[in-house]
């Protein structure tokens, strides 16, 4: 897989939460997910670049199309427990090849605004912390909105990491020759 080279002027979560907070006015409301991966970054890179084959190991999104591009539109579905499943449409915000994935979204005929993230932070040669979750611009209609959306939310992220970690696990098992 080619690379290319890292085309964001944020650098993460902290950094995105920061900037809504000055458009957006009160404090940002944040839903993640995190989880201890025991692969290399470029594994779980790999999956989460690799939009085709959400469908195959991804709970959260059981179809995916688009291409990862600042500017490009990810069209999905969106799988929350308790919820019909439902299409779903982002933007890819930015990106990092091995760091982070930050995809623009909206809700209630786009007053409710957040960003979805997926996050790697590479702790050794072989273990990784992965942020699944998504920050929400402040407002009266972002707190309807979670109240019936927030838990589906978590769990659903808690679901993801969790597949991605199976699936990275593996695949870095197969790699080794386990």
């Known amino acids: 897989m080619a690379l290319a080279p890292p085309v964001s002027s944020l650098t993460n979560r902290k950094a995105v939460a920061a900037q809504m907070k000055a458009t957006a006015g009160p404090i940002p409301v944040k839903v993640e997910h995190r989880i201890g991966v025991q692969a290399p970054a470029e594994v779980i890179w790999d999956l989460v670049y690799d939009i085709e084959d959400w469908k195959r190991w991804n ?13 490009a539109r990810l069209l999905t579905s969106e799988v929350l427990p308790g919820l019909p499943e439902r299409p779903a449409t982002f933007q890819v915000m930015e990106w990092v090849p091995l760091e982070q994935l930050h995809l623009r979204n909206s809700a209630m005929g786009g007053f409710v605004k957040s960003v979805r993230y997926i996050e790697i932070e590479q702790l050794g040669e072989a273990a990784c912390i992965v942020s699944t979750g998504e920050i929400f611009a402040s407002g009266l209609l972002t707190s309807l909105y979670l ?4 838990r589906p939310l978590r769990l659903a992220f808690t679901a993801h990491g ?17």
């Open 147 to 150: 109240r019936q959306t927030r």
């Open 59 to 71: 709970p959260l999104h059981r179809w995916a199309e688009g291409e990862i591009r600042i500017g």
């Open 162 to 178: 969790e597949a991605l970690k199976v699936e990275a696990e593996s695949r870095w098992g197969v790699r080794r020759g386990e």
